[in-house]
């Protein structure tokens, strides 16, 4: 009588090294379900977040913005230094004297600490 000889993956293999399904296989590792999405934001609550930068600034507050960056959502503490108006980016001095920069478009929310 003769044995059942199973391949495993092996028979399998061919099926799976076709074009198509190689690039089913890499568009479905690329979609994280995770990362959350960003918020949408109407145009009074950015003329809001663009006001109370500019009191911060004008009487030295710290602000707490919270920002969107590549659906990982974070905090970010300190001092507004520069807005550039053209490539719409904020200069944000930190509590350790360093200095980041970031875009207006990742911000979420601004709340000024008095």
Request: glycine fraction near 6%.
């Amino acid at each position: 009588m003769g044995t059942i000889r199973d391949r495993g993956l092996i028979k399998w293999q061919a099926a799976l090294s076709m074009p198509k399904y190689k690039a089913l296989n890499k568009k479905i590792g690329e979609v994280d379900y995770f990362l959350n999405k960003k918020p949408i934001l109407d145009e009074y609550q950015v003329e809001e977040f663009d006001n109370n930068i500019h009191y911060a600034m004008e009487y030295h507050l710290p602000i707490r913005f919270s920002l969107h960056n590549k659906g990982n959502p974070h905090e970010l503490y300190g001092h507004c230094v520069y807005i550039h108006p053209i490539t719409k980016e904020l200069r944000i001095q930190k509590k350790d004297r360093s200095f980041v920069k970031i875009r207006f478009g990742e911000v979420i929310s601004v709340i000024v600490e008095d």
